[in-house]
């Protein structure tokens, strides 16, 4: 079935340093991936979201890069800062059928003072 | 513009019972989808309801079920509960059914089955 896998689960990184998390997916119809930041007891929010036929996206300090090729995807955060701290899920919508979301399992940030 | 509101915020049951939690979309949207968070486990996938009928379901069992009216405000119900549907319970609507509609979430709803 349809499939996102997402890496690292946990990502510690120094402030100011530049984290990277990365997306999978199994679906070669998927066209839209959507990026949310989730922080603790909070609801998911959108931060940056890519379309299949553009292959980088950015947004001051948040950019994100799609290789359907590979069918991988990738949220870069460069200048991180404490507030970055949080859970970030990839997405890819499906086609097949009737569309839904599908998300990866998170990966948990801690950026370090 | 108001968000997405789900009701109630934090619930206990206790196994064998049944819950109904309910969900606002967002003025104008038309698509609600339900997503169960657990730890470890993501983001999984309910349902979604678009224009009062259920357009896509997840892997879940028949003990998970939702309905949507006509002004697009959607319920879940589960029934004979267990202690593994504890979780965060999210809503989340958007314009349009299809590929690329972007969704907003609610603060979800807390379910602790004990």
């Known amino acids: 079935g349809e499939n996102v896998e997402q890496h690292p689960s946990t990502l510690s990184v120094q402030e100011g340093d530049s984290a990277v998390i990365k997306c999978t997916y199994s679906d070669s119809a998927s066209n839209y991936f959507p990026w949310y930041k989730q922080e603790l007891g909070k609801r998911p929010q959108l931060i940056i979201d890519i379309r299949s036929n553009v292959g980088e996206k950015k947004d001051q300090r948040i950019a994100v890069t799609l290789n359907k090729t590979a069918k991988h995807f990738s949220l870069h955060i460069t200048e991180t800062q404490p507030e970055d701290s949080a859970v970030y899920f990839c997405a890819a919508t499906t086609t097949s059928g009737t569309y839904k979301y599908i998300f990866g399992t998170g990966t948990r940030l801690k950026v370090l003072a | 513009k108001a968000g997405v509101t789900q009701t109630p915020r934090y619930l206990i049951k206790t196994r064998g019972q049944q819950v109904t939690l309910s969900c606002s979309p967002i003025?104008?949207?038309?698509?609600v989808s339900w997503y169960q968070q657990t730890p470890g486990q993501g983001l999984q996938f309910l349902f979604e309801y678009f224009s009062e009928t259920q357009r896509n379901k997840g892997n879940f069992p028949g003990r998970f079920s939702g309905r949507q009216f006509s002004n697009s405000r959607s319920e879940m119900n589960v029934s004979t509960l267990e202690l593994g549907d504890s979780a965060l319970y999210l809503c989340?609507?958007?314009?349009?059914?299809?590929?690329?509609?972007?969704?907003?979430f609610g603060e979800g709803s807390w379910l602790t089955v004990v």
């Open positions: 989340a609507s958007s314009v349009g059914q299809g590929a690329g509609n972007t969704i907003y």
């Open positions: 003025s104008g949207h038309r698509s």
